[in-house]
């Protein structure tokens, strides 16, 4: 279960933070959220970097974050929220981003998504995880569902027989070294093979790789 799920939230004392480097923006969520009446603090950052450094971060209840950043994007901010075992709840803020950018905010720790047009819900966004729950709007629910329903197109690669060999063995955990000594082939040889495998199936290391394989059923 994610950490982002299992902090008690005290309701009368929140502390909620926004990412967000739209300063007009920023601005009328900051008004919005000073309505609520449970709400004790309100800390506010412009980029990914400046909220990792400052220790308040780790105070906060709820993170309302904007998934397009300069530098460190979004999801890499809540990627690093979720590894480092912050309890923070984070709802990313979006103006209609793609159905991959959604899922990966979602696996990577975020417990919902919210339309930046539609803030008259933040309200029952809090309610709902106060709640011990997630929130994602009607619009973004449509979204999610909607690509459930679209077909998966197994990418089209052509790999070599040699290549399909190699891979088999990468998948299977082993190293370099030893798929040379198994195909008494040299270890100069067998790097090779293996960036042409990276770079016809778009990964850049052995965990993107297996994901890609399992994912597509290469093998």
């Keep these: 279960m994610s950490p982002n799920s299992e902090k008690n939230i005290d309701p009368i004392q929140l502390k909620i933070g926004i ?3 739209d300063e007009f923006f920023l601005e009328e969520l900051k008004n919005r959220i000073s309505e609520l009446t449970n709400v004790s603090e309100i800390h506010s950052w412009e980029t990914g970097e400046i909220l990792l ?4 971060h780790k105070t906060l209840d709820i993170l309302f974050l904007d998934i397009m950043l300069p530098g460190m994007s979004g999801i890499e901010v809540v990627k690093v929220l979720s590894e480092k075992n912050e309890n923070i709840k984070v709802i990313m803020l979006t103006n209609m981003n793609s159905d991959e ?3 990966n905010s979602i696996k990577n720790g975020a417990l919902g998504y919210l339309l930046k047009s ?4 933040i309200k029952s966004i809090v309610d709902v995880l106060l709640d011990g729950g997630a929130y994602i709007t009607p619009t973004i629910a449509l979204r999610v569902f ?11 690669v052509y790999l070599t027989d040699r290549e399909k060999q190699i891979l088999e063995l990468l998948v299977k955990g082993k190293t ?6 198994f195909l008494d082939l040299s270890e100069h040889t067998v790097q090779g093979y ?3 495998i990276y770079r016809k199936l778009q990964v850049h290391n052995r965990s993107e790789l297996a994901l890609k394989v399992q994912e597509y059923f290469i093998l």
Excluded: A, C, H, Y
């Design 19 to 21: 990412l967000e480097n």
């Design 146 to 156: 909607s690509s459930f329903r679209k077909p998966v197109d197994k990418p089209k």
């Design 118 to 121: 539609e803030l008259g819900q």
């Design 53 to 56: 450094r400052d220790p308040r």
């Design 194 to 196: 293996v960036k042409s």
């Design 101 to 103: 950018m959604i899922f």
């Design 176 to 181: 370099i070294p030893l798929v040379s000594k």
